[in-house]
C-alpha cells in the first residue's frame, strides 16, 4: 500500500507563496520512477490538473493557469515531491492532492495522460490553500 502524505497548506495573502510537500511511504515505492502529478479543487467546481512530471524529468507540464508561477520538484533521498507556489492569486484557492500512478506505470514514458487523473492511483489526502485578496 502507498500512502501519499500532503502538508504545506495554509493561509497567505495575494502574492505570496507557499511550498506543499508530498511525502511518499511504502516499501517499495520510489517516486523517482514514476510520473507524479499535482490537482486542485474548490468547492462547487470541478478537480483540475495543476502539474506532472516525468520520473526522468524530460517532460513537465503545467495547467495554463499556473505556468510561470508553480514550479515542481523532487528530492528523490526524501521520496517527496514539492509544488512551489509563488505570485498566488485568490483563484488559487482550492484543496491541492498529490497523485502517483500504480506499479503498472513504473519508469514508464511520458503520457499526455498524465494531465487526467485517471492515470493516478494513490492520492494524498489533501491540503488546504487559501489565499486571501
Known amino acids: 500500500q502507498v500512502q501519499l502524505v500532503e502538508s504545506g497548506g495554509g493561509l497567505v495573502q495575494a502574492g505570496g507563496s507557499l511550498r506543499l510537500s508530498c511525502a511518499a511511504s511504502g516499501r517499495t515505492y520510489s517516486i523517482s520512477s514514476y510520473t507524479m502529478g499535482w490537482f486542485r479543487q474548490a468547492p462547487g467546481k470541478e478537480r483540475e490538473f495543476v502539474v506532472a512530471s516525468s520520473w526522468n524529468g524530460d517532460s513537465t507540464d503545467y495547467a495554463d493557469s499556473v505556468k510561470g ?7 528523490n533521498a526524501k521520496n517527496t515531491v514539492y509544488l512551489q507556489m509563488n505570485s498566488l492569486k485568490p483563484e488559487d484557492t482550492a484543496v491541492y492532492r498529490c497523485a ?6 513504473r519508469l514508464s514514458p511520458w503520457s499526455r495522460v498524465a494531465m487526467t487523473a485517471r492515470y493516478y492511483t494513490y492520492w494524498g489526502q489533501g491540503t488546504q490553500v487559501t489565499v486571501s485578496s
Open 100 to 105: 502517483a500512478p500504480g506499479p503498472s506505470r
Open 69 to 75: 508561477r508553480f514550479t515542481i520538484s523532487r528530492d
